[in-house]
Structures are given as C-alpha cells and as structure tokens.
C-alpha cells in the first residue's frame, strides 16, 4: 500500500471512521432490532417508549420462540400456531427444496453454457449473440412474466406445485449464474486441458475430471447467488402458489391479517427467513464479493 | 483440432440450455404479445381477443399515469442516494482504514435478505406510537411522523428501506471497480501534489466511470422492479400514494383478474424503460463517459 491509500491527519482519520460507523450502525440496527423484538413480551413492546437494550431495558423471554415450534409457555393462554413456516413445517421445506432443485438446474446449465461458451466457436449464432440472448433475460420485470406463466401453468396443470416454481426460478437465475461460471472457466489454463487431451483424455473427461474441479469455487458462488435468490424470491411464488406450493415469503406474507400485530412473533419469524443468508454471507463473503465484483465490474 | 465427437459436445451442451430459455422464456413472452390484445373471461376460463382495446383504456386511466409517473420518480430518488452515498463510501474504504474487511461484510448483509423479511421488521421500526424511529425524532425534540401513512412519508419510508438495503450493492461494486484501477497511478499524482479531491475528480472517477455507468444501468433496472416491500409496508396506500408500476399491475392482474390489461401495462412499461435506457446510452456515448 502507497502513501495515497494512507490516511495522513487525525482529523481526516476521525470523518473516515465516523462514517464507517454511522452507516455501519445503519445498516445493522434492523436486524440487531429484529433480534431483540424476538426475545421481547408485551410489557416491553408495548410500554411508554422502545427498550433497546436485552437486561438493561427489558427481560428477555423465549416466547417468541416457543411459539415459533407450535408450543406456548407454561401459563399462557391456548396458542393458536401462526402458519408461516406451514403445517408440518411445510412451507419451510417448499422452500428449501425449490431452492436447493432450482439453483442445480440452473448449475448445471450454467455449466454447460459457461463450457461451451469458452472453449468453442459457435459460428452460425456466434458466442457473443448466445452470451447476450441469455443476458437479456434479466431485462423483464418478473411481473410481466407472471402473467403469461400463471396461464401457460394453468393449462398444463402445474399451478401450485413445485416444479413450476423450480423451472421459473431456473430461467430466472440463468444470466447470472451463466456469467459467474464463464468467467471463472475463462481463467482456468487452457494449456492444462491440452495437456489432458494429449495424453488421451476425452473432451467429457477433461471437463469433469479437471476443469470443474478447478473452477469449483465458481460454481459454488454461482450455486449460492441462486440459492439466495430463490429462497428470497417472492411475487413469482405468491402469483403462482395459493396453498400447497407455497413458500416461506409468501407464506410470511399473509401474517398482517391474521391477528393484532404480535411483533415478538414476526420477527422471529422473520429471522427464520433470514438465517440462511446471514449464514452464507459470514461464511462465503469473500465468493459473494467476488461473484459481484465479475457480475457489474467485467461487463 | 475440432473432431468429431468435440462438435458433437459443442452442441450437446448449447442446445439443451437455448431451447430450454426458448421453450421456457420465450413462449411465456411472445404469448404474452397475444395476451395484450386480449381479455381474460372470467368463467368460461379463456382470452378473447379484443385488439388495441386495453390500450386505448391505458391512456384514459389516471392510476396508470399516475404510478409511471411515480415510479420514474422512486427510482431517480433513488439512485441520486444510493449512487452518492456508495461512491463516498467506496472511496473512503478505498483507503487504507482498519477493519476493512469487517466493514465490508457487514455493510453487505441487508443485501442478501428476504424482503419480504426486512418489510416486517422496517414497519416495526416505522411503527408510529412504538417503533424506534419515532423515539428518536422525539428525543431529537422533533415531531413524530406518520411514516407509513402519510401521502408523502410513506414513499420516503420505502425509498429508506430500498436505499438500506441496495446502496450496499452500489459501495461493494464501485469498490472493487476503484480497486481494479491501477496504484502506481495514485502514487504518481500524490508525488504531483494532487489533492484527494483532485485525484477523484481527475483520475478514480473518469477512468472507473463506464463501470459507474453498467453498475448505475444494473441498479436501475431492478429499482423499477420493486414490489416486495410496497406490499408489506404500505400496500400501495395511503390511497394510491405508493402505487408503483409494478405493485399496480400486480393489482390489476392478479387482484382485480384483469390478465390481458397487466400484460398491456407490463410491455408499456418495458418499453418505455428501454427506450429510457437507449437515451441515456446514446448520450453517455456522445460526451465521451461511455465506450
């Protein structure tokens, strides 16, 4: 690091850190508020003022909690089990496998795109065409989507059940994920392939046995922006689903309706939603970082 | 050097992911062109075709107008904070700061959560007799605000959340476009006695403009995308005070079943976006900022 990237005077070095730490605190307050509403009792969500801090201001409590399991504490009235991870947990487990389902699907074809892409010259449609047309699929609001696949699934009878919300999310997260991989396939050596190739190895062979082994990294970051997206996504899910395929966000969207703002309880239920991302981002921040940067900056 | 069986990969590997975008995108998009002319008949189940029918009703309609309208402005609000806010930020963790790396993380998790998730707990915080963000305006000796149901508040509060949790996207892309920029040229201009404002000015923002740009055209396109949080937070009221594009298609599609009117307004939107876009591209190229 040069001296232009060193930050000279104190006073500048006060400015610097002190807006670091104000958006820093912006942008964690929400969630830090989620977490301790969730350990929250009506005393102290309904009291004169808000109550910030956990034994200082108010007493934690695991209601919240409890409820979030379909039980209700000891002393407490008969609880009547909010529906948002579903019956059974059902909605919970739509949406895991539609993600997990969705974000393979479109793995794979990313693959196979970001391969072909790199390592041949289409001549009749032209590598930068196919690149673009899949790009461009990004471009439609999925509101103008929603329309036409609410009928098309209609018809063949696929509304409400997973699998359409799987091939939607699929076409939906393709861009994306095409781009991530072929940039990280473009970096892998091609002399190493040749190598390969020249010993006797199959074009198949080297691509299963070498080239995504190395490009694995990519693909996982391409796997969890899918994932992400698909465990995020809403009004696809909340156009095309009314009961039995529905999933965590549409299922969590039906909760203002259903009795007097119980906040202790949305946001536990909120943080439910929110434990996956939280987790990939700690863990995978750096790939995220990555996958972003090679996303906008290389286009 | 191409053989055989390497053509036959080559096309064993296109052909399943284009005919799968064609069948699966395609169909849905150029049925959708059918569907605009159309109206959907309640009971009978099918679409009538009805020819230029829905457009001519989209330019009597005041909502429609109405929600364009605002949307161009939610998204230029919008942008105008996020894009200042993200460059400024950038910059400074362009430096050499401690914690850059917690910082950085930090700042990128209200990215990756559900919105639907973040629509709840924004509306506890914009709650108007309990939430937080009332408490400190009062300890700032200030009035309470009716955040979510004021004509004019309630699109500040959605253009807060927006701005909470986009700008992060803005901060870590123009980062790593500052980053890319090569550091024997700072060096060079810091020897010159340039001043870091000089230095911004004439080396870090010209040459990571067209990145600016893409990252900006990026945004953008996913800014008119909004609904999530207009559906939680406000429900596109008080009255029609929030009703973007997207959330009054949604209603007039999917609530009032009205298919063949939502389809017309999704493509009347499209297009006029795109042709936002070709504009904007068009000058960009013309004073120079774009290749």
Not at chain 1, 293 to 298: M, P, R, S, T
Not at chain 2, 97 to 110: I, S
Request: glycine residues 6%.
């Amino acid at each position: 690091m040069g001296t232009y990237f060193k930050v000279p005077t104190l006073s500048k070095k006060i400015v610097i850190y002190l807006i670091l730490i104000l958006w820093f605190l912006f942008a964690i307050f929400p969630i830090y508020w989620a977490l301790t509403m969730s350990f929250k009792d009506s005393p102290s969500v309904y009291g004169k003022k808000p109550t910030y801090l956990p034994f200082v201001d108010f007493k934690p409590t695991r209601k919240a909690w409890t409820h979030l399991i379909g039980r209700s504490l000891p002393g407490e009235d008969e609880f009547v089990q909010m529906p948002v991870l579903g019956e059974n947990l059902r909605y919970l487990r739509n949406s895991i496998v539609v993600a997990l389902c969705s974000s393979i699907l479109t793995v794979i074809f990313g693959v196979m795109a970001g391969y072909g892409l790199t390592r041949f010259e289409y001549r009749r449609w032209k590598n930068d065409d196919i690149s673009f047309f899949i790009l461009s699929q990004r471009m439609f609001p999925p509101v103008a989507l929603a329309m036409p696949f609410f009928l098309l699934f209609t018809w063949i009878r696929l509304i409400d059940k997973l699998p359409s919300l799987i091939i939607v999310y699929a076409i939906m997260n393709m861009p994306i994920v095409t781009w991530i991989v072929k940039e990280f396939f473009t970096d892998v050596p091609k002399e190493m392939e040749e190598a390969a190739l020249v010993d006797g190895c199959t074009r198949w062979r080297a691509l299963f046995r070498i080239i995504i082994p190395m490009a694995v990294p990519g693909i996982a970051v391409a796997f969890l922006f899918s994932f992400i997206f698909c465990w995020n996504e809403f009004l696809i899910a909340l156009t095309l689903t009314f009961k039995s395929a529905k999933t965590l966000p549409v299922g969590m969207s039906g909760l203002t309706t259903l009795r007097g703002p119980l906040y202790w309880d949305i946001a536990a239920n909120s943080l439910i939603i929110m434990i996956p991302p939280l987790i990939v981002t700690i863990f995978a921040n750096k790939y995220i970082i990555r996958g972003l940067a090679l996303g906008a900056v290389k286009q | 050097m191409i053989g055989k069986s390497d053509r036959r990969m080559k096309y064993t590997l296109m052909v399943p992911v284009v005919s799968f975008i064609l069948i699966i995108a395609i169909f849905p998009l150029v049925f959708s062109l059918f569907m605009m002319l159309s109206q959907w008949q309640p009971g009978s189940g099918g679409l009538q075709f009805v020819g230029l029918k829905n457009f001519n009703y989209m330019i009597h309609d005041k909502r429609f107008w109405h929600a364009l309208w605002l949307s161009f402005a939610y998204v230029a609000i919008l942008i105008f904070f996020e894009l200042t806010i993200g460059t400024l930020i950038a910059l400074v963790l362009q430096r050499d700061v401690k914690g850059k790396n917690f910082f950085r993380v930090t700042y990128m998790l209200p990215m990756l959560l559900a919105p639907i998730a973040v629509s709840y707990i924004w509306k506890m915080i914009f709650d108007f007799n309990r939430g937080p963000a009332n408490h400190w305006l009062t300890l700032l000796g200030l009035r309470p605000v009716e955040w979510l149901s004021g004509e004019f508040s309630a699109i500040i509060s959605l253009i807060i959340v927006d701005v909470w949790q986009w700008t992060p996207f803005m901060i870590l892309t123009i980062l790593a476009a500052f980053e890319a920029l090569p550091e024997e040229l700072f060096e060079a201009a810091v020897v010159d006695g340039g001043s870091p404002f000089r230095i911004f000015q004439k080396i870090t923002l010209p040459l990571a403009l067209p990145v600016i740009v893409t990252i900006v055209l990026l945004r953008t396109i996913d800014a008119f995308k909004v609904f999530d949080t207009i559906f939680i937070l406000t429900g596109g009221g008080p009255g029609t005070a929030t009703e973007l594009m997207n959330f009054y298609i949604y209603l007039r599609g999917f609530r009032a079943f009205d298919l063949g009117y939502g389809t017309a307004m999704s493509w009347a939107q499209l297009i006029v976006i795109i042709a936002m876009f070709m504009f904007f591209i068009r000058s960009l190229k013309r004073i120079g900022a774009l290749r």
